[in-house]
């Protein structure tokens, strides 16, 4: 399974962005898709998630500000972030979590969050 990620980049607060992820090979269902982001000297830490059943999830961070969905046909999902924060700044990680297995993880990209 390769999972590869895009739409990050360089922002002012306040703007928005839109990430996607998309999910190749064969894919066990039912599973978790979602984003995690890792900033400066932080730890990786969920932001969202979505079940190939709807269930979402999201940090209290950014309830209200973003908005994942997914698309299982096309095996694919998306992050739209708005009212974007400085401390939004981190690099973004799509994963895979099927029920049973181990997760995938795709490479990763970059929002940058200036003030």
């Known amino acids: 399974v390769q999972l590869q990620a895009s739409g990050g980049g360089l922002v002012q607060a306040g703007d928005s962005l839109r990430l996607s992820c998309a999910a190749s090979?064969?894919?066990?269902?039912?599973?978790?898709m979602g984003w995690y982001r890792q900033g400066p000297g932080k730890q990786r830490e969920l932001v969202s998630s979505?079940?190939?059943?709807?269930?979402?999830k999201y940090a209290d961070s950014v309830k209200g500000r973003f908005t994942i969905s997914r698309d299982n046909a096309k095996n694919t999902v998306h992050l739209q972030m708005n009212s974007l924060k400085p401390e939004d700044t981190a690099g973004y990680y799509c994963?895979?979590?099927?029920?049973?297995?181990?997760?995938?993880w795709g490479q990763g990209t970059q929002v940058t969050v200036s003030s």
């Open positions: 090979g064969t894919i066990r269902s039912p599973n978790d």
């Open positions: 994963n895979l979590r099927p029920y049973m297995g181990w997760d995938y």
């Open positions: 979505i079940s190939s059943g709807g269930f979402i």
